[in-house]
T-cell receptor
Framework: GAVVSQHPSWVICKSGTSVKIECRSLDFQATTMFWYRQFPKQSLMLMATSNEGSKATYEQGVEKDKFLINHASLTLSTLTVTSAHPEDSSFYIC?????????FGSGTRLTVV | RKEVEQDPGPFNVPEGATVAFNCTYSNSASQSFFWYRQDCRKEPKLLMSVYSSGNEDGRFTAQLNRASQYISLLIRDSKLSDSATYLCAVNGGGADGLTFGKGTHLIIQP
């Protein structure tokens, strides 16, 4: 089946620094990828939709200048959390649509200290 | 009103029992429906897509009721390994991402 590889699995960074998370579709081309965030005991919340070759679409309340998304190829989308703060600590997961279904990356647990 | 609602549980169920969860959604234009399983600190994994006519996969049965806007998941002969959080997810159509419920926590007890 379709595989989405996400890196890193976990990262600890200092407040004020930036962190980049990568998502790659390994055996299919993903023109669209989705980025979610999940806080403890909460649901996955869609942050943005990443479209290859065009600007990402952000959900209401998500700062586009803070969460930079780049989808420069059909197999790679990146999310950069800029000037991270402790409240950005969360579980970030990407997903790509392949056919009828959605395939998820393994997630990145970000801790900002 | 939240878009997708689930009873968070936890549901404590003895091994071998049958357990059912419901999930309600508010967007009547929703087109695709899924049940995902999420283990602690892991990504969600697709359990089943939910079709209008209902569908079964081994011990798992999913149903969709468009009129009442809910989907259900039935697990028969529950196993210890079924312990997890079950997330209901809905897609509004087209190239939209998924809207998830908060999940229902299931604990199967020996």
């Amino acid at each position: 089946g379709a595989v989405v590889s996400q890196h890193p699995s976990w990262v600890i960074c200092k407040s004020g620094t930036s962190v980049k998370i990568e998502c790659r579709s390994l055996d299919f081309q993903a023109t669209t990828m989705f980025w979610y965030r999940q806080f403890p005991k909460q649901s996955l919340m869609l942050m943005a939709t990443s479209n290859e070759g065009s600007k990402a679409t952000y959900e209401q309340g998500v700062e586009k200048d803070k969460f930079l998304i780049n989808h420069a190829s059909l197999t790679l989308s990146t999310l950069t959390v800029t000037s991270a703060h402790p409240e950005d600590s969360s579980f970030y997961i990407c997903s790509a649509r392949e056919g009828y279904g959605y395939t998820f990356g393994s997630g990145t647990r970000l801790t900002v200290v | 009103r939240k878009e997708v609602e689930q009873d968070p549980g936890p549901f404590n169920v003895p091994e071998g029992a049958t357990v059912a969860f419901n999930c309600t959604y508010s967007n009547s234009a929703s087109q695709s429906f899924f049940w995902y399983r999420q283990d602690c600190r892991k990504e969600p994994k697709l359990l089943m897509s939910v079709y209008s006519s209902g569908n079964e996969d081994g011990r798992f049965t999913a149903q969709l009721n468009r009129a009442s806007q809910y989907i259900s998941l039935l697990i028969r002969d529950s196993k210890l390994s079924d312990s997890a959080t079950y997330l209901c997810a809905v897609n509004g159509g087209g190239a939209d991402g998924l809207t998830f419920g908060k999940g229902t926590h299931l604990i199967i007890q020996p």
